[in-house]
């Protein structure tokens, strides 16, 4: 069973190949770091791996995130909109509404994405209330639930951000540099945190990272950018032992 499998994505910004004809096969269900310079495509892969943006539409061009497709040349669009509501995304700079409480800003993940933001207004269920309430002591939250989030830390962010995903019932997850915004104590926590979702939740994880002894440290698979093109992808554990 295949997590992600990557056919010959490419995309170009004007004149700038970002990506150039990828393809990528990952099965392991750990946790996968995209690594690599900056500007080798690292944001922009892991963008077109969500579904969050479409690639150029080329002859050949296909990418399955769980089997599902989320770039391809033909019409896609159902499966798209599937997918997209299933994948966690998790950002630099944690993309939560600071004017918002904690427990808020988890219910959000609860909102298919067609949801109006009209809707947001006073209109979970209990139940819906009580598994935010869940997914924020799953991060170790629970206390912050009505702070607003402009009074937490990063990490704390991060921590909600996570809990969002979880609330949205993602099946895989893809956090784009989730710590080169934070100090060192807090990307381990948030790291620490992502293994143990990954290892008792069994949910994927795609992550880019600078850093490579972070990735060597918490992340199975490595796959290595250059220049819009993947140059190395293996398990890290082979990578440690040269080191
Ligand atoms: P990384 O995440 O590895 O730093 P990116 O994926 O952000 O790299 O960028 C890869 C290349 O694509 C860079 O040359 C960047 O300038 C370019 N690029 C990325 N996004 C855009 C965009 N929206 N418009 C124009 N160029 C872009
Ligand atoms: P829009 O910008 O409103 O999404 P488009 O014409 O770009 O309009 O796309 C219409 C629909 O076709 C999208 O909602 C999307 O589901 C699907 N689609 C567009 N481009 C791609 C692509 N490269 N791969 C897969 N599906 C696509």
Known sequence: NKIIEVRSLSKSFDNKKALKEISLDISHPGITALLGPSGSGKSTLLRHLSGLVFSDRREGTEVRILGE???SRGKAAQQVRRCRARAGYIFQQFNLV???SVLTNVLIGALSSTAKWRTLTGCFTQE???QA????DRVGMADYAH???STLSGGQQQRVAIARSLMQKARIIFADE????LDPESARNVMELLKDINEREGIPIVVTLHQVDYALKYCQQLVALREGEVFYQGAAADIGEQA
């Open 133 to 136: 309430m869940a997914a924020l």
């Open 147 to 149: 702070q607003r989030v």
């Open 98 to 100: 600071n004017r918002l």
């Open 128 to 130: 819906q209330q009580q």
């Open 69 to 71: 497709l989320v770039q």
């Open 178 to 181: 989730p710590i080169a915004s």
